[in-house]
């Protein structure tokens, strides 16, 4: 018997799941009461943790003012115009202006459909293939499903959108040569400056700098996709600042809210601007009902205060040091086959007769929720998270490394 709710990435005849009822700092509860340590954040989204009031004060605040209004011409609102603002002046992105979505996948499918209109504006319309990273994930909308790198993700739909090129994740050489075949026909890189839910994979030394230089030499976007990284994952304001690259387009959504309500956007630099607003009669025709929804841009501004009152940041890379070298340490002891990460964000790889999605079982019966990926098991705790339940994680991803 399934439920009436058909839930998202799950199969559709499953009927028991773990209900949530209530969280607070890096704690959530079931409804039988039992404690976990929430150790991916919800879905990588929750940085400052469950039951902030400043935020819930300054939703309840906006929503009981004005909750929402659209932003279509000719119509803006206070929390989205400084938020916007704020966003501005945080990205490491030239010039940047900012466009608000719902989610992450809205946010790249925007950005893909902002580089493609920025070269047609410019008169380049031949430039249309977005090229992605393999083991990238990118969203569930149709542009991101057809950019995304997870294959297992896009098969089963029908046809995907044309333009769009796979290459080799690690492998800038690949890169390389298909910018040296098709680089006119390119309008823009997407990729993640760690890659998240593909694996928890951060770049190859020097990787994010050549990739910089190629869209350079071939007149391409690059889009930086921080729907994970952004907002503090990486100890920095936007992943990307970890390898000292400007992208042209960056791509956010969940922690900048921290998942109080949604919000995404997308951060536009100059070189997308420019063919944008050389026209003043030029209408950008895309949009959602909740670009700039008041609540969630209030929420997000009471997000990125408590960041900066609680040095989150700083934190992020102390805490994820002192994760790393638990896990590491697990690895040492023969537990797992190796781990990865940078900032707060990581991953054991697990050895092959250890499924992922049993390990994750036996750490939710020991009071720890982690991330089953291909091969792996991703940690991602919210910025907040104490040393002592740091240690709790490690400690329980130990004892679930075998049955
Ligand atoms: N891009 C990246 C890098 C993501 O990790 C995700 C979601 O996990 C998305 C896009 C899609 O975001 P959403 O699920 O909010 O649509």
Known sequence: MSTTFLHPFSAPTKDDFVRIVRGEGALIWDDRGTEYVDAMSALWFANLGYGRREVVEAIAAQAGQLHAYHCFDPFTNGPADDLAARIAGL?????????????????????????????????????????????????????????????????????????????????????????????????????????????????????????????????????????????????????????????????????????????????????????????????????????????????????????????????????????GAGLAALVEDGLYAGVRGEGFVWALATHDDQPPAEVRNRALAGGVVIRPLVGALAFCPPLVTTDAQIDRIVDTAAAAARA
Request: include cysteine; aromatic fraction near 6%.
């Open 91 to 323: 990205a490491p992105v030239d010039d940047a202006r900012v466009f608000f979505t719902g989610s992450g996948s809205e946010a790249v499918d925007t950005a893909i459909k902002l580089t493609r209109a920025a070269h047609q504006l410019a008169g380049q319309p031949h430039r249309q293939i977005v090229v992605s990273r393999s083991s990238g994930y990118h969203g569930t909308n149709l542009g991101g499903t057809s950019a995304q790198g997870i294959p297992l993700n896009q098969a089963g739909w029908g046809d995907l959108a044309p333009h769009f090129v796979s290459v080799p994740g690690d492998d800038i050489e690949a890169m390389s040569v298909l910018f040296a075949e098709r680089g006119d026909e390119i309008a823009a890189v997407i990729s993640e400056p760690v890659q998240g839910a593909g694996g928890v994979l951060p770049p190859p030394d020097g990787y994010w700098p050549a990739l910089r230089r190629l869209c350079d030499d071939h007149g391409a976007h690059l889009i930086a996709d921080e729907v994970i990284c952004g907002f503090g994952r990486l100890g920095t304001w936007f992943g990307i600042e970890r390898y000292g690259v400007r992208p042209d387009l960056i791509t956010f959504a969940k922690a900048v809210t921290s998942g109080y309500v949604p919000l995404g956007g997308v951060v536009v630099g100059a070189a997308v601007r420019g063919p944008l607003e050389a026209a003043p009669d030029h209408v950008l025709r895309t949009g959602y009902t909740y670009s700039g929804h008041a609540t969630a841009c209030a929420a997000a501004a009471a997000c990125l205060d408590v960041t900066e009152s609680d040095g989150l940041l700083a934190r992020s890379d102390e805490a994820g040091a002192r994760l």
